[in-house]
């Protein structure tokens, strides 16, 4: 039973370029979650999906970034435009059901994007 | 606003030595706190999730203590290994129960 997987592990894009962050949860995981770390600081959350809904996006800014999850694939995280702060570390986790009380979530590897 | 500290930001300790690190947090009305471990350039690893009914959780040489009136949690590692180093990370879970608040973390090294 493969992990939570994330490609690519490395992106590097240029000023005003776009970045596409893909993320296949666990089987039978249908709870995806996306958090970024930038340098120095903790993991903050960004968005919670279930299959073709976004539950909560209050972590994620409101320009430029967006996430969907549809019925078929991963999970894509998009930056559009990147600016050199966008650079950080983005974890999606996943859940076979809605996190809290009684469920962890299981990290991905993580996408380490840098904006030149 | 749930708020998450990590006390020391990094410890450094011979090889055999026990240790503990600490997690305090803001708002005790919490389901659950859990700590995790992340390896340099991976993801993180789930170590122990204690419930919020729980004072501690055991796994191996981990143990795991919550006390939700102080705000605060322990991570003791006994017969600390060179393998152990890593950077430990406690979280809760925030708004909406999922949202997961995390702290910047302890930096452990473990000398051979």
């Known amino acids: 039973n493969a992990g939570v997987m994330q490609n690519p592990r490395h992106l590097v894009r240029r000023r005003g370029q776009e970045a596409r962050l893909r993320c296949s949860p666990m089987?039978?995981?249908?709870?995806v979650y996306w958090y970024r770390q930038l340098p120095e600081e903790g993991l903050k959350f960004m968005v919670y999906l279930q299959k073709e809904n976004i539950i909560d996006e209050s972590g994620m800014p409101k320009e430029r970034f967006s996430a969907e999850f549809p019925k078929e694939g991963p999970s894509i995280l998009r930056i559009q435009q990147v600016v050199r702060g966008d650079s950080a570390a983005y974890f999606c986790?996943?859940?076979?059901?809605?996190?809290?009380?009684?469920?962890?979530?299981?990290f991905g590897p993580g996408t380490r994007l840098l904006v030149l | 606003k749930q708020e998450v500290t990590q006390i020391p930001a990094a410890l450094s300790v011979p090889e055999g030595e026990n240790l503990v690190l600490n997690c305090s947090f803001t708002d005790s009305a919490i389901y659950n706190l859990q700590w995790f471990r992340q390896d340099p350039g991976k993801g993180l690893t789930s170590l122990l999730l204690i419930q919020s009914s729980q004072r501690e959780q055991t796994s191996g040489r981990l143990n795991a203590s919550l006390d939700k009136s102080s705000g605060r949690s322990t991570l003791y590692i006994a017969a600390s290994q060179p393998g152990d180093s890593a950077t430990y990370l406690c979280a809760v879970p925030g708004a909406g129960s999922y949202q997961l608040t995390f702290g910047k973390g302890t930096k452990l090294s473990v000398i051979p």
């Open positions: 986790a996943s859940s076979p059901l809605a996190g809290g009380s009684q469920e962890t979530q299981y």
């Open positions: 089987k039978g995981h249908s709870h």
